[in-house]
């Protein structure tokens, strides 16, 4: 059998797991933050293990200089990437200093699999240096049962993604507003807006759908490049009923509102494998139009197809629309149900994938250095 099931839903709260004589791990992450770039998911994550293992903020003085059991990186492109040339040779050394250091001294590492492959290549220096992180991390963590089987990793979890409630409550303590009694007719996409996300195409198949449906679609979000920013301004501003804003990250409460007075949230990406839009969308209650692909069919078969409607790879006009009918004409309470992707259970999950790594890397090169 391909990798390990870790179902959040299942996996018992059970108590400590340690490193040795009864103490508790010891994990160096990126714990995220509440500055607009980031993703929510990372400090819910951290918040929550926090009551299980000893956790720290990820800098490279403490990696290389630090005590730790465990690494735990979830977009490690990030560490390496800078607009200076320079600063990103360094920075590439030191991601190879660490796991060189860090096969000597039996420290165990783990990635959680956001994506199967970055949205934006590297250099090749940079590729070569992904690929000797991802062959050191003893387990990978990945968020679906779909996304395991396409790796197919004998070093694979599946951990799923938790919810978006806990961001939710801080920003709108009132919690989301219910939806409209009646259709809206407004559609939205947000987030980073990248290439791969096939706005291009939404954009151009909306333009054909036509005034009589009283449908209108808002692109926000922060573009990639200016370039890119430029590219959709152009394509919304010829076609009616379609609104680009593109200049800068949503703020928390502004992206919740968006959310909330949309109808649906469309996500016509080239290739889904995992989508925190999707799940931002269901935490605040809005249903979800996204391209087909087996996570997406997981996430589906999860939360019902009330929720959850499919798009083909290559958007077409009908296919939107249908997609719109076929969630309007889909009963549904006021929010999914979450209850097999909780927290502590998510963060139980995580402690037993630390402890897995720690021992697999114990029993490959002998009792780690405490």
Not at 194 to 211: M, Q, S, T, V, W
Request: glycine share 8%; proline share 6%.
């Amino acid at each position: 059998m391909t990798g390990t099931t870790t179902t959040a839903a299942v996996g018992a709260e059970a108590g400590g797991s340690a490193a040795s004589g009864g103490r508790a791990l010891r994990v160096l992450t990126t714990r995220g933050g509440d500055d607009l770039s980031a993703n929510p998911y990372v400090s819910t994550l951290a918040a929550h293990t926090d009551a299980l293992l000893q956790v720290r903020e990820f800098t490279w003085a403490r990696a290389l200089l630090g005590r730790f059991d465990v690494i735990h990186l979830h977009w490690p492109e990030a560490l390496v990437r800078s607009p200076s040339r320079w600063k990103h040779a360094g920075k590439l050394a030191l991601f190879r200093l660490l796991i060189a250091l860090d096969r000597l001294r039996r420290r165990a590492h783990v990635s959680t699999i956001h994506n199967l492959s970055p949205h934006e290549s590297g250099s090749p220096a940079e590729d070569a240096v992904l690929r000797a992180w991802l062959a050191s991390c003893a387990v990978r963590i990945y968020l679906t049962h779909a996304g395991l089987a396409e790796a197919g990793d004998e070093r694979g979890v599946v951990i799923p993604h938790g919810d978006y409630a806990e961001y939710v409550r801080r920003h709108r303590p009132a919690g989301p507003a219910a939806p409209a009694a009646a259709p809206t007719g407004r559609l939205l996409l947000f987030g980073m807006l990248r290439r791969y996300k096939g706005i291009e195409r939404l954009i151009e198949a909306f333009g054909e759908i036509g005034d009589d449906r009283g449908l209108r679609l808002l692109v926000a979000g922060k573009a990639i490049d200016a370039d890119y920013e430029r590219l959709l301004g152009e394509l919304a501003a010829a076609r009616p009923g379609v609104e680009v804003r593109a200049d800068h990250f949503l703020g928390h409460d502004e992206l919740i509102g968006l959310i909330e007075d949309c109808e649906v949230v469309v996500l016509p990406y080239e290739r889904m494998y995992n989508s925190g839009a999707a799940l931002m969308a269901l935490t605040v209650g809005r249903p979800v139009a996204a391209t087909d692909s087996p996570s997406m069919a997981e996430l589906r078969a999860e939360f019902g197809a009330e929720w959850i409607q499919p798009l083909p790879a290559q958007l077409t006009p009908e296919a939107l629309t249908a997609a719109v009918d076929a969630l309007r004409s889909s009963p549904r309470a006021a929010l999914p149900d979450w209850s097999a992707r909780n927290w502590p259970a998510i963060a139980a999950a995580h402690r037993d994938a630390y402890q897995r790594a720690v021992s697999a890397v114990r029993a490959a090169r002998g009792a780690p250095v405490d």
